[in-house]
């Protein structure tokens, strides 16, 4: 896994607007079915944990778990976050990428 380079992408993503992250906004946009890729924190609570796999499941949507939440916050500029959502395909592909190295 090439996490720093993977968070890199995901702060371009970021700044491309291609990412929802947040609760409430990162939930419905799950129940939308939109996005690619769902990037949930490794040090995510349990509970939380269940329901955003469901979610992405029931979806369809790939979903991974990599850094914790302070490291997901940070690469996207933003306090702690335990799950974000890419909705570009190709950075979406590209960050996988970068997490199965």
């Known amino acids: ?7 890199s992408l995901l702060g371009i ?9 947040g609760s409430d906004t990162l939930i419905k946009t799950l ?20 329901k955003l796999v469901h979610l992405a499941e ?3 949507i790939d979903y991974c778990f990599a850094a914790t939440a302070t490291e997901l916050g940070d690469a996207i500029g933003k306090a ?3 799950a974000v959502l890419i909705m570009d395909r190709g950075l979406a592909r590209a960050v996988r990428e970068r997490l199965d190295e």
Do not use: H, K, T
Not at 1 to 7: F, I, S, T, V, Y
Not at 16 to 21: L, M, P, Q, R
Not at 31 to 50: K, T
């Open 1 to 7: 896994m090439n996490l720093e380079r993977a968070l």
């Open 13 to 21: 993503a970021q700044r491309s607007g291609n990412v929802i992250s």
């Open 31 to 50: 129940r939308n079915g939109d996005g690619e890729l769902l990037i949930i924190a490794a040090d995510c609570a349990r509970n939380n944990r269940e």
């Open 58 to 60: 029931r979806e369809q």
């Open 80 to 82: 702690r976050r335990v």
